[in-house]
């Protein structure tokens, strides 16, 4: 059974920083681009950043470029979004993902595909 499980969320004061965690198991982790989204309230869901499963690629949404950095550790089956100078624009619940794509938009999840996993996501606030 696929799991993934953030952590690493919580309360921080504009401009502080916060480091979430995905742990995952069950799946091959090494062959998955693993991904951030967030979820604001009122919102619909939003990508944030994702990291290819090989080469390590990354990608951001413009709204975090040069704030927000993700990385992954395959010995630990485990990826990271490390957030700096955080916002009250950032305050959402961040979910990470494990999926398989390609293309061009292999940073996102391939809707024909069956074969994301999703976490049950972590909450960030963000108070100005």
């Known amino acids: 059974q696929v799991q993934l499980v953030e952590s690493g969320g919580g309360l921080v004061q504009a401009g502080g920083s916060l480091r979430l965690s995905c742990a995952a198991s069950g799946l091959t982790f090494s062959r998955y681009t693993m991904g951030w989204f967030r979820q604001a309230p009122g919102k619909e869901r939003e990508f944030v950043a994702a990291i290819s499963w090989t080469f390590g690629i990354t990608r951001y949404t413009d709204s975090v470029k040069g704030r927000f950095t993700i990385s992954r550790d395959n010995a630990k089956n485990t990826a990271y979004l490390q957030m700096n100078s955080l916002k009250p624009e950032d305050t959402a619940v961040y979910y990470c993902?494990?999926?398989?794509?390609?293309?061009?938009?292999?940073?996102?999840?391939?809707?024909?595909?069956?074969?994301?996993?999703w976490g049950q996501g972590t909450q960030v606030t963000v108070s100005s």
């Open positions: 993902a494990a999926y398989v794509s390609g293309g061009s938009r292999w940073y996102l999840p391939d809707a024909s595909r069956k074969d994301d996993y």
